[in-house]
């Protein structure tokens, strides 16, 4: 069994940033992509920013030149540095792993999901 704990949400004003975190732990043999999704009310769970385990990223475009995905593969830990929040970043972020496990199998796991307003 794979656990991801998320943590680094809150409150913060327009313009202003957060730092994400999130650290897998468990039977982990290996993380092949390790990211981060949102969810806003009324809206579909989308790819916020996602990175391989040997580099390649892919992100929306809305957070591009914003966000910052990073990882620190040794610990199995993926950050999600967000700058100059908009309101419209304001939803539930999930984090995600796509986890070889020691017992061979491959699985998606998901975070319980950290709040992130953006208000005034």
């Known amino acids: 069994q794979v656990q991801l704990v998320e943590s680094g949400g809150g409150l913060v004003q327009p313009g202003g940033s957060l730092r994400l975190s999130c650290a897998a732990s468990?039977?982990?043999?290996?993380?092949?992509?390790m990211g981060w999704y949102r969810q806003a009310p009324g809206r579909q769970r989308e790819l916020v920013a996602a990175?391989?385990?040997?580099?390649?990223?892919n992100s929306v475009d809305s957070v591009k030149g914003r966000f910052t995905i990073s990882r620190d593969n040794a610990k199995n830990t993926v950050f999600l540095q967000m700058n100059s929040l908009k309101p419209e970043d304001t939803a539930v972020y999930y984090c995600?792993?796509?986890?070889?496990?020691?017992?061979?199998?491959?699985?998606?796991?998901w975070g319980q999901g950290t709040q992130v307003t953006v208000s005034s």
């Open positions: 995600y792993a796509d986890v070889r496990t020691n017992r061979g199998s491959r699985d998606d796991c």
């Open positions: 990175r391989t385990s040997d580099g390649y990223i």
């Open positions: 468990g039977s982990i043999f290996a993380i092949y992509t």
